[in-house]
């Protein structure tokens, strides 16, 4: 039975990761519908392991009458290879869904994602308010010793008013990335705070052999599997078509009696369809054809995988590179370049200018390494679905009913 509508009071106030993409995986309207589709696909196989009924006639002439009944008897195996295609259109469906519950999955963890680094930032620019609200303090007072000028005071408050416009906008963005997660489950009030970190952890050494990532990705992709599904359906229902070229015999049974009772016989007869004109021929060939086809197809989603699994572990090698270089040569600059230009300008060997070009470099670099942050997850969450090793991909929606 499909999961309930959730409503915000239902829902956590701050979750992590795996925790939203459970969430997801049941409160989403499209992951939620997809069990009734399932099930739609269920009915179609008793439908297509039914028999068709019988057909009961009656007549009366002037001096009888006739009561009879007629069954068609699907003698060359009709209704097992109807029932096997409705079983493999049920297993094709099912791979496509879990195709697009991971796409939507993967959305949902890219705005999670997204959620999580404007978070940071806007605690980055927080922090930042606060360092320029303490260096605000010492320029008012080398004011008012003599040290320095109104205009240092001015310009501190320009750059005051400008850091406020950018924390109001983080803040709006923030804002804006929860509403996005509440979104995917339709609960437009929900307000979630994401817990978590956007740092890679250490990569195993097999990670980085293509050859050995591809034989892993290959039986676990949902989008391969769903194009070899549907090669295997084009291919019974070639079978099918065949089958249903041969004509299915129609056995009767008539009861005739006269009008006073004065005699009475039976009728037992045989008709069946002679297939001189319609052979079925259209109908097989576009078999042969989609069949055909869903080959192409899965051959070309082959190399598309191949090629994407290729181009992920580029880029997550190269984006935890740039990551690595900026937390050794840059992050750990950050804090000392504060210092030194507070330190600097106190000692009267710089100017306002220098000291609040130094606190917005260091902002900027901040906001610019979190950027990288982000850059570097989503790199390794593309090679996580390439290779079919997401969270909760073991458990899409159509697999854990």
Known sequence: MAATQASASQLPGSLALAEYLSLVRTHHPTLRAMQLRQRMEQADVKTASTWANPSLHYSSKFDERELGIEQPLPIFGQIGMRTEAARLAAASGAAERAAQAQEILGQAAQRFAQLLVEQQKLAARQQAMAHLEQAAKVVQGQIELGARSRYDGARMELQRAQFQVQLEQQQAQTQAARAALAELLAVPSWSPQAVGSLLPAQAAAQESNLE?????????????????????????????????????????????????????????????????????????????????????????????ARQQLQQALNQRDLLRRALRNFESRGLSQLAPLRQMAQDSYRLGQSSILEWLDAMESVSTHEQEYLDLTLQAWQAQWALDAARGQLPLADCLPAACL
């Open 212 to 304: 050995a990532l591809w034989l892993q990705a290959q039986p676990r992709l949902p989008a391969l599997q769903a194009a070899h599904a549907r090669v295997v359906q084009a291919e019974q229902f070639t079978r099918q078509q065949a089958r249903e070229a041969l004509p299915t015999p129609t056995v009767g049974v008539t009861r005739v009696r006269g009008r006073q009772d004065s005699y009475g016989y039976n009728q037992v007869g045989v008709s069946i369809e002679l297939p001189l004109f319609d052979r079925k021929q259209g109908a097989i060939e576009r078999a042969q054809l989609e069949y055909t086809q869903a080959l192409l197809e899965e051959d070309t989603a082959q190399q598309l």
